[in-house]
């Protein structure tokens, strides 16, 4: 069964519309987790790193204030996406995976959001 | 972060065994290789990982050559389930995996 579940699967807001989505580790504690977004026929391209305790570690091109993400516990972090607009439509996924060394990323069933 | 290189498609029949290359020339001695797949609309899957030594598990096999700079992900006996983007990545223990564009596999019935 899946390890990770992500929140909600589709959501469809208009412009302007802050939006939340949840990534939880279900049978295990994730200190970090990643959030990536996917545009139709591309690869996946990491958004940025959640940290437990910590701020977010974004990559290079994604707006901080544009993606919040929250690492509050050990199994949620969240990302909102802020003032949404047609071009943030995209497939958001998230994953994680535990501790232990070179375990795999588990991934989340991703959240199509559509921002019309 | 180390890059591979993958054909963009590749096309089999069901119920053949299925040979997916990637090449990581620059792989370091602690890259581990990582295969994840992605069908339509999901999240990525894993489906096997490996140091050296080749690897098998209930999903597929893991062929990693000698000098570790290139790998074969092996399906056995493809299904038409198993038509997705598989990815070939690198990886050093839990960290982000950076994503190529992977091989499109298309299993013809």
């Known amino acids: 069964g899946a390890v990770v579940s992500q929140h909600p699967s589709r959501v469809i807001c208009k412009s302007g519309t802050s939006v939340k989505i949840e990534c939880r580790s279900l049978?295990?504690?994730?200190?970090?987790m990643f959030w990536y977004r996917q545009f139709p026929k591309k690869s996946l391209m990491l958004m940025a790193t959640?940290?437990?305790?910590?701020?977010?570690?974004?990559e290079q091109g994604v707006e901080k204030d544009k993606f919040l993400i929250n690492h509050a516990s050990l199994t949620l972090s969240t990302l909102t996406v802020t003032s949404a607009h047609p071009e943030d439509s995209s497939f958001y996924i998230c994953?994680?995976?535990?501790?232990?060394?070179?375990?795999?990323?588990?991934f989340g069933d991703g959240t199509r959001l559509s921002i019309l | 972060d180390a890059k591979t290189t993958q054909p963009n498609s590749m096309e089999s029949n069901e119920e053949e065994p299925v040979h997916l290359p990637c090449n990581h020339s620059?792989?370091?001695?602690?890259?581990?290789i990582h295969w994840y797949r992605q069908l339509p609309s999901q999240g990525p899957e894993y489906v096997i990982h490996?140091?050296?030594s080749n690897v098998n598990n209930r999903m597929a096999s893991l062929a990693i050559a000698e000098d570790r700079k290139s790998s074969t992900l092996i399906l056995h006996r493809a299904t038409l389930r198993d038509a997705a983007v598989y990815y070939c990545?690198?990886?050093?223990?839990?960290?982000?995996?950076?994503f190529g564009q992977g091989t499109r596999l298309t299993i013809n019935p």
């Open positions: 049978d295990f504690q994730a200190t970090t």
């Open positions: 994953s994680a995976s535990r501790v232990r060394l070179n375990q795999p990323q588990h």
């Open positions: 959640s940290n437990e305790g910590s701020k977010a570690t974004y």
């Open positions: 990545i690198l990886s050093q223990g839990a960290q982000k995996l950076v």
């Open positions: 620059t792989i370091s001695g602690t890259d581990y």
């Open positions: 490996g140091l050296t």
